[in-house]
């Protein structure tokens, strides 16, 4: 099956504004926004965080198990942000 709604990941450090922009871009093209982070946090998918980084320490298989069954249910035109503070 050909895919016909395209997805868009934004990736980069902690506090460069890729929330902002993704929400910004998703409001424009008519796009639905989800937080990978935030995923990992309302979903329990981490081992708590990590005490010399303090960032998440993320169960990775969880996450994307997770997103691609979101993709599968909703076929939806998606903007994902992706933190790269984790830990895994």
Request: aromatic share 8%.
């Given at each position: 099956?050909?895919?016909?709604?395209?997805?868009?990941?934004?990736?980069?450090?902690?506090?460069?504004?890729?929330?902002t922009?993704?929400?910004?871009?998703?409001?424009?093209?008519?796009?639905?926004?989800?937080?990978?982070?935030?995923i990992?946090?309302?979903?329990?998918?981490?081992?708590?965080?990590?005490?010399?980084?303090?960032?998440?320490?993320?169960?990775?298989?969880?996450?994307?198990?997770?997103?691609?069954?979101?993709?599968?249910?909703?076929r939806?035109?998606?903007?994902?942000?992706?933190?790269?503070?984790?830990?895994?």
């Amino acid at each position: 099956m050909a895919r016909t709604n395209p997805n868009i990941i934004v990736t980069g450090t902690p506090g460069v504004g890729k929330t902002t922009h993704a929400e910004q871009l998703a409001r424009s093209l008519g796009f639905k926004h989800i937080s990978v982070n935030q995923i990992v946090k309302d979903e329990g998918f981490h081992e708590g965080k990590d005490e010399e980084t303090g960032s998440w320490i993320v169960d990775e298989d969880k996450v994307c198990d997770y997103i691609l069954n979101y993709l599968g249910l909703h076929r939806i035109k998606l903007i994902v942000v992706c933190f790269s503070s984790w830990t895994t």
